[in-house]
T-cell receptor, first 117, second 110 residues
Framework: GAVVSQHPSRVICKSGTSVKIECRSL??????MFWYRQFPKQSLMLMAT?????????EQGVEKDKFLINHASLTLSTLTVTSAHPEDSSFYIC?????????????FGPGTRLTVL | GDSVTQMEGPVTLSEEAFLTINCTYT??????LFWYVQYPGEGLQLLLK?????DKGSNKGFEATYRKETTSFHLEKGSVQVSDSAVYFC?????????FGSGTKLNVKP
């Protein structure tokens, strides 16, 4: 089946630094990728929809200048958490939509755990 | 707006017990319904799905039937194993957006 990878799997950084998380579709092309955030013992919340070659669409309440999204190719989207603070610590999960699948399936990455000290 | 409600956990069962995790949804149009499983420290893995009313999704002994009349998609398994211990998320997809339930943690004891 289709595989989505994320890098890094976990990252620890100091407050005020920026962190970049990569999401790759390994064996299919994805014009659309999605970024989610999961707080401990809670569900996934959609942060933004990443569109290849155009600006991302952010959900209400998500700061676009805080969470920069770039979708420069059909297999790669990046999420950069700028000037990270401890409250940004979370599990970030991406998904990619396979247009070649029967039902435009979405496949999820394994997640990236961000800890901001 | 669209939303998913699932039973709160944790659910603790003995091995070989019967499992039901309730899930109901609210949505406009004709959503697809999913169950995902998340093992500790990992991302979500698709467990099963149903794309239209009365469809039954099944995988690894788990089943769920898309009931439009009751807007439900309850997850069932006849005999759980210790390896089934994980967090289970019910989700719907509508207009290419996913909406997740809050997750139900399942603990299966030997």
């Amino acid at each position: 089946g289709a595989v989505v990878s994320q890098h890094p799997s976990r990252v620890i950084c100091k407050s005020g630094t920026s962190v970049k998380i990569e999401c790759r579709s390994l064996d299919f092309q994805a014009t659309t990728m999605f970024w989610y955030r999961q707080f401990p013992k809670q569900s996934l919340m959609l942060m933004a929809t990443s569109n290849e070659g155009s600006k991302a669409t952010y959900e209400q309440g998500v700061e676009k200048d805080k969470f920069l999204i770039n979708h420069a190719s059909l297999t790669l989207s990046t999420l950069t958490v700028t000037s990270a603070h401890p409250e940004d610590s979370s599990f970030y999960i991406c998904s990619a939509r396979d247009l070649g699948s029967t039902y435009n399936e979405q496949f999820f990455g394994p997640g990236t755990r961000l800890t901001v000290l | 707006g669209d939303s998913v409600t699932q039973m709160e956990g944790p659910v603790t069962l003995s091995e070989e017990a019967f499992l039901t995790i309730n899930c109901t949804y609210t949505a406009t149009g004709y959503p697809s319904l999913f169950w995902y499983v998340q093992y500790p420290g990992e991302g979500l893995q698709l467990l099963l799905k149903a794309t239209k009313a009365d469809d039954k999704g099944s995988n690894k002994g788990f089943e769920a039937t898309y009931r439009k009349e009751t807007t439900s998609f309850h997850l069932e398994k006849g005999s759980v194993q210790v390896s089934d211990s994980a967090v289970y998320f019910c989700a719907l997809r509508n207009f290419n957006k996913f909406y997740f339930g809050s997750g139900t943690k399942l603990n299966v004891k030997p």
